[in-house]
């Protein structure tokens, strides 16, 4: 039987099979041939491996993690069969040639399905089908249904005819290493072309120039405009006039939708520059389409030199996508990639990727600032505020990777640890007689996520904390973002959880949506506060909100309190509550009580 086999543990899902596992499936699916048709090419494998080796069976199988699919097949009846009946399994973990003589008398196989029952597998022999990288496709594999011995000769047969699948294989791929539109080499063929430089001219320099003929959203407004055949049309267009403009030795490969990239020996940096700025010259000159549609690009370039080497080709198309964002940025038309504009960018991917492996170690902790009653002059609950010591980074602001979080899903597993570790901290302190109420900040993404309100009610539960305890501070931006938004927080308002609108002045200050909000305290932000003792207009700006505020029935916290000055202006005038440095900075969760005791205890009025 001819084999291609992918063996994947059917009990564990993706995330959990071992790294080079998650890889080999990757590179099984990404050769594009699960599901698919059946093909004469493999068929004929297939029929002259059971032909010249003497046997009733054989396929070309692929088995993705629960199934064994065969892509061709001679003498077998079922299309697919279950991974663990497969004995690919054993030919791939071995990644060598597995001959097995007599099934019934091998322990790995004398109870299997397929030996016991329907075909009655009694011989079996496989060879790996591996890429260069070493990951394993499958195996192609030949089965009969008597004992018999398999010579060298044999064995040396198998592989050739595992050669030849692996071969056929290459050749489907390529139909993949061409851009569908444009027919020009695709970013996979970029990627081997310069892996085969640095084999035949190791060391040697180049450039890579990185066009972006279109923005993401030029082309969107492009395709409700005339559609995307049009668009299919301008590109290749686009494509004949760069080809015609470029040096007949200079590869052009098209490596996203509306991007491509250009590749030609490094000479000197003014030469560089001339290719870049003849061609960006030549490509801003309007031009008609076969379709009579008149094109004009604002194109933009990423300069990015580099040798053949592995090292540098490996981070080479990121280097010069970093180029191209530097020139839009800065409406260029085209930029050399600069290490000082990039440092940021890695920066955040290092930030980003860091995330979960220090939530996992402990890295990240809570701190409290401490909220001041202005009625009662005591303390009456704090804010959970988060810290991050990044072992290589240092401490990293929480301006900075709440930003990056809130761009990707992180933001909800952060947002629920938070949570969590507040609530917690918040039941040792009862335990100890503290009567403290503790707000936790949310994002617009928070309160958008269908789950959030069951991470809610779920995390109270857990660690037994009236709902009424807890605040939520979300940003002027996050309540005014849409409909799902407003009947999460009314949900939340119905669970007797207090809203407070952090920032506010600072955001959209739509003041037409403040009667309609479910929010009861309105944190007046420290933009506005700090200036009030030395600024009249901003002193009477803070008069005025508190005054709105309270006529509209909302309580008025005042952030970013910082000398007894601003303090005492805001408690004459009527603000109910504050926080800022001159009160308390934000303080490690064991130096709260005795901070309290220094307060003469807290105090619970239904305040922030």
């Given at each position: 039987?001819?084999?291609?086999?992918?063996?994947?543990?059917?009990?564990?899902?993706?995330?959990?099979?071992?790294?080079?596992?998650?890889?080999?499936?990757?590179?099984?699916?990404?050769?594009?041939?699960?599901?698919?048709?059946?093909?004469?090419?493999?068929?004929?494998?297939?029929?002259?491996?059971?032909?010249?080796?003497?046997?009733?069976?054989?396929?070309?199988?692929?088995?993705?993690?629960?199934?064994?699919?065969?892509?061709?097949?001679?003498?077998?009846?079922?299309?697919?069969?279950?991974?663990?009946?497969?004995?690919?399994?054993?030919?791939?973990?071995?990644?060598?040639?597995?001959?097995?003589?007599?099934?019934?008398?091998?322990?790995?196989?004398?109870?299997?399905?397929?030996?016991?029952?329907?075909?009655?597998?009694?011989?079996?022999?496989?060879?790996?089908?591996?890429?260069?990288?070493?990951?394993?496709?499958?195996?192609?594999?030949?089965?009969?249904?008597?004992?018999?011995?398999?010579?060298?000769?044999?064995?040396?047969?198998?592989?050739?005819?595992?050669?030849?699948?692996?071969?056929?294989?290459?050749?489907?791929?390529?139909?993949?290493?061409?851009?569908?539109?444009?027919?020009?080499?695709?970013?996979?063929?970029?990627?081997?072309?310069?892996?085969?430089?640095?084999?035949?001219?190791?060391?040697?320099?180049?450039?890579?120039?990185?066009?972006?003929?279109?923005?993401?959203?030029?082309?969107?407004?492009?395709?409700?405009?005339?559609?995307?055949?049009?668009?299919?049309?301008?590109?290749?267009?686009?494509?004949?006039?760069?080809?015609?403009?470029?040096?007949?030795?200079?590869?052009?490969?098209?490596?996203?939708?509306?991007r491509f990239a250009v590749i030609y020996d490094a000479g000197s940096s003014s030469g560089e520059e001339d290719i870049a700025t003849a061609l960006l010259s030549r490509m801003s000159k309007p031009f008609v389409t076969e379709g009579g549609i008149t094109v004009q690009l604002a194109m933009h370039a990423g300069l990015v030199h580099f040798h053949h080497t592995q090292a540098e080709i490996a981070d080479v198309l990121r280097m010069a996508t970093t180029a191209l964002y530097q020139a839009e940025a800065e409406q260029r038309p085209w930029a050399r990639y600069s290490a000082e504009f990039d440092m940021p960018h890695r920066r955040a991917f290092a930030l980003l990727r860091a995330i979960p492996a220090s939530l996992a170690n402990g890295e990240f902790r809570l701190v409290y600032q401490p909220k001041l009653n202005l009625h009662t002059a005591r303390i009456s609950g704090v804010e959970a505020l988060a810290r991050w010591r990044h072992p290589q980074f240092g401490e990293v602001s929480p301006a900075e990777f709440i930003d990056l979080m809130e761009r990707t899903t992180l933001i909800h597993d952060f947002t629920e640890w938070v949570l969590h570790k507040a609530l917690e901290q918040l039941s040792i302190w009862r335990a100890q007689g503290l009567d403290l109420t503790i707000a936790v900040n949310v994002s617009s993404r928070n309160l958008e996520h269908p789950m959030f309100l069951h991470m809610l009610r779920n995390a109270c539960a857990l660690h037994g904390v009236h709902p009424k305890s807890l605040r939520l501070e979300c940003t002027e931006n996050a309540v005014m973002t849409g409909t799902r938004t407003a009947t999460t927080l009314a949900a939340v308002r119905a669970m007797d959880i207090c809203i407070s609108l952090d920032d506010f002045g600072v955001g959209y200050s739509n003041l037409s949506c403040l009667h309609s909000l479910p929010v009861e305290i309105l944190k007046l932000d420290q933009s506005l506060i700090k200036p009030i003792a030395h600024d009249e207009r901003a002193f009477t700006l803070i008069q005025s909100l508190i005054s709105m505020g309270h006529a509209l029935g909302y309580q008025m916290l005042a952030e970013g309190v910082e000398t007894a000055e601003v303090l005492d202006l805001l408690k004459h005038h009527g603000c109910d509550a504050a926080q800022g440095y001159y009160i308390s900075r934000p303080l490690e969760a064991d130096a709260i009580p005795e901070f309290l005791k220094a307060s003469r205890g807290p105090h619970v009025d239904g305040m922030p």
């Amino acid at each position: 039987m001819l084999e291609v086999s992918i063996c994947v543990a059917p009990s564990l899902t993706s995330s959990e099979l071992p790294l080079h596992e998650q890889e080999r499936l990757f590179f099984v699916r990404s050769t594009g041939l699960l599901d698919t048709k059946a093909s004469e090419a493999f068929d004929r494998l297939t029929r002259l491996a059971a032909s010249l080796l003497q046997v009733p069976m054989a396929a070309i199988s692929i088995v993705d993690e629960s199934r064994q699919w065969f892509k061709s097949r001679v003498g077998i009846d079922e299309a697919e069969t279950a991974r663990s009946d497969s004995f690919c399994t054993h030919t791939i973990e071995t990644s060598s040639v597995l001959v097995v003589e007599d099934a019934l008398l091998d322990p790995r196989f004398a109870d299997n399905r397929m030996v016991t029952g329907a075909p009655g597998i009694r011989f079996y022999a496989g060879v790996p089908l591996q890429l260069p990288s070493g990951h394993t496709l499958g195996s192609l594999c030949v089965i009969d249904t008597q004992p018999r011995k398999f010579s060298q000769q044999q064995i040396a047969l198998l592989r050739d005819f595992a050669a030849m699948v692996m071969a056929q294989i290459d050749l489907h791929q390529m139909a993949g290493r061409v851009n569908e539109v444009t027919r020009l080499p695709n970013r996979a063929q970029l990627a081997d072309d310069l892996a085969a430089a640095c084999l035949a001219t190791p060391g040697r320099p180049a450039t890579l120039m990185l066009l972006e003929v279109m923005s993401n959203t030029q082309l969107q407004s492009a395709v409700r405009a005339v559609g995307i055949r049009p668009l299919e049309v301008a590109l290749r267009s686009i494509a004949t006039i760069l080809m015609a403009a470029l040096p007949p030795d200079v590869d052009l490969y098209h490596v996203g939708e509306t991007r491509f990239a250009v590749i030609y020996d490094a000479g000197s940096s003014s030469g560089e520059e001339d290719i870049a700025t003849a061609l960006l010259s030549r490509m801003s000159k309007p031009f008609v389409t076969e379709g009579g549609i008149t094109v004009q690009l604002a194109m933009h370039a990423g300069l990015v030199h580099f040798h053949h080497t592995q090292a540098e080709i490996a981070d080479v198309l990121r280097m010069a996508t970093t180029a191209l964002y530097q020139a839009e940025a800065e409406q260029r038309p085209w930029a050399r990639y600069s290490a000082e504009f990039d440092m940021p960018h890695r920066r955040a991917f290092a930030l980003l990727r860091a995330i979960p492996a220090s939530l996992a170690n402990g890295e990240f902790r809570l701190v409290y600032q401490p909220k001041l009653n202005l009625h009662t002059a005591r303390i009456s609950g704090v804010e959970a505020l988060a810290r991050w010591r990044h072992p290589q980074f240092g401490e990293v602001s929480p301006a900075e990777f709440i930003d990056l979080m809130e761009r990707t899903t992180l933001i909800h597993d952060f947002t629920e640890w938070v949570l969590h570790k507040a609530l917690e901290q918040l039941s040792i302190w009862r335990a100890q007689g503290l009567d403290l109420t503790i707000a936790v900040n949310v994002s617009s993404r928070n309160l958008e996520h269908p789950m959030f309100l069951h991470m809610l009610r779920n995390a109270c539960a857990l660690h037994g904390v009236h709902p009424k305890s807890l605040r939520l501070e979300c940003t002027e931006n996050a309540v005014m973002t849409g409909t799902r938004t407003a009947t999460t927080l009314a949900a939340v308002r119905a669970m007797d959880i207090c809203i407070s609108l952090d920032d506010f002045g600072v955001g959209y200050s739509n003041l037409s949506c403040l009667h309609s909000l479910p929010v009861e305290i309105l944190k007046l932000d420290q933009s506005l506060i700090k200036p009030i003792a030395h600024d009249e207009r901003a002193f009477t700006l803070i008069q005025s909100l508190i005054s709105m505020g309270h006529a509209l029935g909302y309580q008025m916290l005042a952030e970013g309190v910082e000398t007894a000055e601003v303090l005492d202006l805001l408690k004459h005038h009527g603000c109910d509550a504050a926080q800022g440095y001159y009160i308390s900075r934000p303080l490690e969760a064991d130096a709260i009580p005795e901070f309290l005791k220094a307060s003469r205890g807290p105090h619970v009025d239904g305040m922030p």
